[in-house]
């Protein structure tokens, strides 16, 4: 299992990390038991990138800069899967429709309206969590709790597509033991991170994903990478607003 950190790294982020081995389907299934780690390695950069911005610029330069660097250092994958995802749900009445939709790599009014609520959303969250004593503890935690909900969700739904895709690698391969190895990872994260507040995220993440299969299970037949990568920055907002709420 360990052999497939190097692809999990290099599937979420843009660093270059060095991968010499299979890139198949099963190899990336496999990949997703690494991605609470993966998230957390990106919450340690923003977690520092925070503190060094905050220390020599004004709180909301300091914000705008460190939303700038979690879209490059992610190469701003799952915020194109947002803009297709609200794209389809917007635009298409029926599943065969939305998914024809979303596979267009033209970006429609919901999708540039979801991007521009959710980096503002993400902004004023960033700026507010500056003024929490313990709210910083939330930049390590956020994308752990994301990426992990990107696992729950491919576990729980069918793939929609009947062609296939990239996401059907995750919903058919991610097994029992992928899930529960994420699943203790992110919660233990979570308990570390920001004690008994942050396991009640991680909880209250997971009920939000059962709800989401199950309204993508009726509104899509299942779920595609863009739904993923969707639900994705959906958590980032979440578990951010609710650390808000916690402290």
Not at 164 to 171: E, I, K, P, S, Y
Request: charged letters at 10%; proline letters at 5%; a neutral charge.
């Amino acid at each position: 299992m360990i052999s497939t950190l190097p692809l999990a790294l290099t599937f979420l982020t843009k660093v270059p990390w060095p991968w010499r081995g299979p890139a198949d389907a099963g190899a990336l299934a496999r990949s997703m038991f690494w991605f609470p780690w993966v998230g957390a390695g990106l919450g340690l950069i923003f977690w520092g990138a925070w503190g060094g911005l905050a220390k020599i610029l004004p709180a909301p330069a300091a914000a705008a800069l460190l939303l700038v660097l979690t879209v490059w250092i992610t190469g701003g994958l799952h915020l194109d899967g947002l803009a297709d995802t609200a794209d389809g749900l917007g635009g298409g009445g029926v599943p065969a429709e939305s998914l024809r939709i979303m596979k267009d790599s033209r970006v429609g009014a919901f999708g540039v309206l979801s991007l521009i609520l959710a980096l503002l959303l993400k902004f004023s969250l960033f700026l507010s969590l500056a003024d929490l004593a313990e709210g910083t503890k939330a930049l390590l935690l956020y994308p752990v709790i994301s990426r992990w909900g990107m696992v729950l969700l491919a576990y729980l739904s069918p793939y929609a597509r009947p062609e296939g895709g990239l996401g059907q690698a995750m919903t058919l391969g991610v097994g029992l033991q992928v899930l529960a190895g994420a699943g203790l990872s992110a919660g233990a994260l979570s308990l570390v991170i920001l004690g008994t507040p942050g396991l009640a995220l991680f909880a209250a993440a997971g009920a939000l994903v059962w709800l989401g299969s199950l309204y993508f299970r009726q509104r899509l037949g299942g779920v595609t990478g863009d739904v993923l990568g969707a639900a994705n920055e959906i958590l980032e907002i979440l578990v951010l607003a609710g650390a808000l709420m916690v402290n």
